[in-house]
T-cell receptor
Framework: DGGITQSPKYLFRKEGQNVTLSCEQN?????MYWYRQDPGQGLRLIYY???????QKGDIAEGYSVSREKKESFPLTVTSAQKNPTAFYLC????????????FGPGTRLTVT | AQSVTQLDSQVPVFEEAPVELRCNYS??????LFWYVQYPNQGLQLLLK??????LVKGINGFEAEFNKSQTSFHLRKPSVHISDTAEYFC?????????????FGKGTHLIIQP
């Protein structure tokens, strides 16, 4: 079955530590995205990538970094510079072009204490 | 900045009653509109999308939405809801040009179905 996998489902870290969230897709999509979801806030775009080895900042990129070395993979690193990292993180992918819907993974809930 | 507004954060409705979830978007020459559903602790699933053409769009699970350009609205409707429709619903827009190339989301509407 084609889809997007995110691991782990739940992640706990101590403040000051960097943490990397995994996102893999086998839909053969060129574009991939990372969103952050906070209660009552909807989803906000962190980073997106339209093609391998290229990515762009979204609306809330500060304190995050990404890489896109393979078409299938788009890992997100939450750095210690992110002031409020506790959130639900969603990865998505789509064909290139604005008219194509985005397919979402199941999400990773990150808790930093 | 482009924006999507969902007017109700929570909508309670009795089972088998009709429901409308409201969504307004900021006006743009070119915009594509989407409704997604999210069940607890899960990712988002596409319900329907409007790209062009007929303003009435039908989606999965009996949902439909109407694109109204003059009112910049894209309200989601279902004639008869079921307990399993309890979820968070997100309206989203993809705008042309400028800024990031991701979706702009509303803050979500929690649909609560009462037996």
């Amino acid at each position: 079955d084609g889809g997007i996998t995110q691991s782990p489902k739940y992640l706990f870290r101590k403040e000051g530590q960097n943490v990397t969230l995994s996102c893999e897709q086998n839909l053969n999509h060129d574009a991939m995205y990372w969103y952050r979801q906070d209660p009552g806030q909807g989803l906000r775009l962190i980073y997106y990538s339209q093609i391998v080895n290229d990515f762009q900042k979204g609306d809330i990129a500060e304190g995050y970094s990404v890489s896109r070395e393979k078409k299938e993979s788009f890992p997100l690193t939450v750095t210690s510079a992110q002031k409020n990292p506790t959130a639900f993180y969603l990865c998505a992918s789509s064909k290139t072009g604005r008219s194509y819907e985005q397919y979402f993974g199941p999400g990773t809930r990150l808790t930093v204490t | 900045a482009q924006s999507v507004t969902q007017l109700d954060s929570q909508v309670p409705v009795f089972e088998e009653a009709p429901v409308e979830l409201r969504c307004n978007y900021s006006s743009s020459v070119s915009v594509y509109l989407f409704w997604y559903v999210q069940y607890p602790n899960q990712g988002l699933q596409l319900l329907l999308k409007y790209l062009s053409g007929s303003t009435l769009v039908k989606g999965i699970n009996g949902f439909e939405a109407e694109f109204n350009k003059s009112q910049t609205s894209f309200h989601l409707r279902k004639p008869s809801v079921h307990i399993s429709d309890t979820a968070e619903y997100f309206c989203a827009a993809m705008y042309s040009g400028g800024g990031a190339d991701g979706l702009t989301f509303g803050k979500g509407t929690h649909l609560i179905i009462q037996p």
